[in-house]
């Protein structure tokens, strides 16, 4: 069955349940920089959008989180883009891109759209939402 998954439903992922009820810290790890902006979102500081970046030289000079190509989507925790607009950028990893904007998606972001360095390719949310069978929370 082709169950279309929504944010509200499946949560950040930044805690779990454990089987008595209580809660237990995530064990997904935060991208590269992510601790930085958490403490930065502490102290009331904020940006006006965020780049998740595929890779250590992609994204410089401009707000980013860096996922490291050996990370997959499943083990992140992207608590910290819940209400900001993202962008994930890369170089030629379209496969790995869609998984990380559809976890930043469910984590909260605003608009995650993939954008491709090396032949200039947007995808935008809309088309990463159809793609991974997203809906938008009501």
């Known amino acids: 069955m082709n169950r279309q998954k929504n944010a509200a439903e499946l949560g950040s992922g930044a805690a779990e349940i454990n089987s008595l009820g209580g809660f237990k810290p995530s064990t997904k790890k935060l ?12 102290r009331g500081l904020t940006v006006p959008w965020l780049c998740i970046a595929l890779g250590w030289g992609v994204g410089c000079g401009c707000p980013r989180v860096v996922v490291t190509p050996d990370t997959q989507a499943h083990e992140l925790d992207l608590h910290l883009v819940a209400g900001l607009d993202c962008m994930v950028a890369h170089r030629g ?16 972001a605003v608009c995650c759209p993939v954008f491709d360095l090396n032949t200039g390719t947007l995808t935008t949310t809309a088309e990463v939402m159809a793609a991974r069978g997203l809906r938008a929370a009501a």
Do not use: F, K
């Open 31 to 42: 991208p590269a920089y992510g601790r930085a902006l958490i403490d930065a979102q502490a």
């Open 93 to 108: 990893e379209t496969h790995h891109a869609l998984d990380v904007a559809e976890a930043a998606l469910l984590a909260g």
